[in-house]
């Protein structure tokens, strides 16, 4: 479909040049708003969002358009990819919940993913990702973010700045460790959090924790971990990478 590789880059332009009739609906009140689009995803309309989509989704594709911020839980169909066009970012699911802001000018617009997996490309992207190469697309697990940036017309992949529980640690349950090997810790993080954690195992080989994380957020968690074990946590791009000194048995 050549239509594909000219579409718009605004949320506007999109809608009025749509080739089927389209359903708004805007939030113009100060809570949240619930949409139910035809296939039963729904969607949670912030203030000031606009959402448009096809009345039956009769096509190959479910298509939606938004501006603004959207919370999407989406119906699994593996006939019928879903797709959302927020700005000059395109956001691509089977079944899944994330969270897209696609503020008015465009700048910035960021993709997060709290189950599922998600494809996160550019407009320009979107004929290639069709055509199976797939250069330059993004694949987002959960706590993963992607933010777009319209100076260089590029997405990047980060950890979310608040990482939600994926699946509760059945070992150590409210995160209490006793005595417990570091490695042992930062497995149960990763696991916790479906994140990656770096660090040299030789280094930490002889450093244990002590102490109950409960429900302090990722990175608190990591701050006290790091603040018992003398060593220092940063996150690069989808990874927490841990260094330090290592700690001396007596």
Request: net charge neutral; hydrophobic share 35%; glycine share 6%.
């Amino acid at each position: 479909n050549r239509g594909e590789q000219t579409l718009p880059q605004s949320y506007e332009k999109q809608i009025a040049e749509a080739k089927v009739q389209l359903i708004e609906s805007t939030n113009q009140t100060k809570e949240t708003q619930k949409v139910v689009l035809p296939d039963g995803s729904e969607v949670e309309l912030y203030p000031e969002a606009r959402l448009s989509y096809e009345k039956d989704f009769s096509g190959t594709q479910r298509k939606v358009y938004l501006s603004g911020k959207g919370y999407f839980e989406v119906v699994k169909d593996v006939s019928k990819p879903f797709l959302v066009f927020s700005n000059n970012v395109v956001t691509q699911v089977v079944g899944t919940s994330f969270t897209i802001n696609s503020p008015k000018n465009a700048s910035g617009v960021s993709v997060i993913v709290k189950s599922g997996k998600v494809k996160v490309f550019t407009i320009e992207q979107l004929e290639k990702a069709a055509s199976k190469t797939e250069e330059g697309l993004l694949v987002l697990t959960p706590n993963q973010q992607a933010t777009y940036d319209p100076v260089r017309n590029t997405l990047s992949r980060t950890i979310t700045a608040k990482p939600e529980i994926i699946r509760s640690p059945e070992k150590y349950p409210d995160f209490n460790f006793k005595d417990t090997d570091i490695d042992e810790v930062f497995m149960t993080l990763e696991s916790s959090y479906g994140v990656t954690i770096e660090y040299d195992q030789q280094t930490f080989v002889k450093c244990s924790l002590t102490a109950q994380l409960g429900s302090e957020p990722l990175f608190k968690k990591l701050d006290i971990i790091c603040k018992t074990i003398d060593a220092t946590y940063e996150v690069w791009g989808t990874k927490i990478v841990i260094t330090g000194k290592g700690c001396n048995a007596f």
